[in-house]
């Protein structure tokens, strides 16, 4: 059983649109609601997409940026928190957790694809080269 357990996260953590395309296929049939289902499955992803952005980042080039992603966390929680401030004086911490953490998914998101497309293409360069 946790044999099972640990391929199910590997294969999640390594390919995380089966994650997205799972949990958006289950609310929509649940919910009939394709822009929640979407949601929810946009917020249930995201950490899926940050650690394979890490694990690609430490296979490409050995590094290990747990540091900045925290970092970026933060820094992008920050400027959230004075926007949401400045455009309506009243801070409501789950609109802004929500925003920071679906702005997280979108550039995790984005950083998959070019690391995944840099990662194949530096693969096979390097294979022509031997």
């Known amino acids: 059983m946790g044999e ?10 390594t390919i995380p649109l089966i994650g ?3 949990v958006y296929l289950i609310a929509v ?3 009939h609601n394709k822009i929640f289902s979407l949601k ?8 899926l997409f940050i650690i394979a952005v890490y694990f690609i980042v ?14 970026f ?15 309506h004086e009243d801070i409501h911490i789950q609109k802004v957790f929500k925003g ?10 984005c950083l998959y694809f070019l690391l995944m497309l840099y990662g194949l293409i530096n693969r096979m360069y390097s294979l022509a080269l031997n």
């Open 4 to 13: 099972v357990l640990v391929f199910v996260a590997a294969t999640l953590v």
């Open 20 to 22: 997205l395309y799972l």
């Open 29 to 31: 049939k649940t919910t």
């Open 58 to 71: 430490l296979e490409i080039w050995g590094v290990k940026l747990a540091w900045l992603f925290i970092l």
């Open 73 to 87: 966390f933060l820094v992008t929680g920050a400027v959230f928190t004075i926007l949401h401030w400045r455009l």
């Open 40 to 47: 929810l499955a946009v917020d249930c992803t995201a950490l």
């Open 100 to 109: 920071v953490w679906r702005f997280q998914f979108f550039v995790y998101f």
